[in-house]
């Protein structure tokens, strides 16, 4: 699912990391699925919209995103080093500057010391303003791929999504508790309503489910919630 990079959600979020001047920022979560690639792109988004020169890290190795377009660049376009960081990611439809995933092994092991991953994020912002990392989720760590918490201890800070009503609070714990493990800077959460029942709909579901109530009058109840201007704002 693409967000928006518009969305009132987006910019509070870029708001509040302008404020810390934060320039490397790692995106997690418990799980897969909870809508990390969809925020890291919602994110660089909008650090380019704000003219920052934004690189984004796939180090999803669960679940990765962007494809290179170096292999679609003509010769004599070669030598620019902007065209390195070309990416698409297929599923979103979406162009942006970005590393893909990493396939050397060798490299993978490399960068699974977190003094070698600090070194490499410094060589990018070198190029850039600012890193923005998808990771893979704090859950499943393996050999194959580069940890979410090592990533996290090597950035500024630190971004936990998680997908309102189905990441169970033991995994909210044991994600906080490993993060904070690693001595990663977390700066906030961001509860994913992506699978949430709007409130105004689960009050409509109860009226339907008064069978006391006449048929007219639940129509007129679900009509008022409906278009209740103070229930669409509520989350």
């Known amino acids: 699912m693409k967000i928006p990079s518009y969305q009132m959600e987006i910019e509070d979020i870029f708001l509040f990391l302008e404020q810390q001047n934060y320039h490397s920022i790692c995106i997690t979560s418990s799980n897969p699925k909870e809508g990390v690639t969809s925020l ?7 650090h380019l919209l704000a003219g920052y020169r934004t690189l984004l890290v796939d180090l999803n190795f669960q679940n990765p995103s962007l494809i290179p377009l170096t292999q679609f660049i003509k010769k004599p376009y070669s030598n620019n080093q902007t065209n390195d960081y070309l990416t698409y990611d297929p599923h979103n439809k979406v162009g942006l500057l970005g590393t893909s995933i990493i396939k ?16 490499t994020i410094a060589t990018w912002l070198l190029e850039f303003d600012k890193i923005i990392i998808d990771t893979s989720p ?12 090592t990533v996290a201890s090597c950035c500024d800070g ?13 995994e909210i714990k044991e994600a906080l508790d490993k993060l904070a493990a690693h001595n990663a800077n977390l700066v906030g959460l961001v509860f994913n309503d992506q699978f ?21 009058i639940s129509i007129k109840l679900i009509k008022f919630i409906k278009n209740n201007r103070f229930l669409s704002i509520l989350v």
């Open 138 to 149: 704090l859950s499943q760590s393996a050999l194959q791929n580069i940890p979410a918490h």
């Open 158 to 170: 630190t971004i936990l999504i998680i997908l309102s009503g189905q990441t169970r609070q033991n």
């Open 196 to 216: 949430q029942p709007h409130i105004k709909n689960e009050i409509c579901r109860e009226i339907k489910r008064c069978t006391f109530l006449p048929d007219k």
């Open 104 to 119: 050397n092994k060798a490299h993978i092991i490399a960068l699974r010391q977190p003094q070698n991953l600090k070194k």
């Open 40 to 46: 890291a792109q919602a994110i660089t988004e909008r």
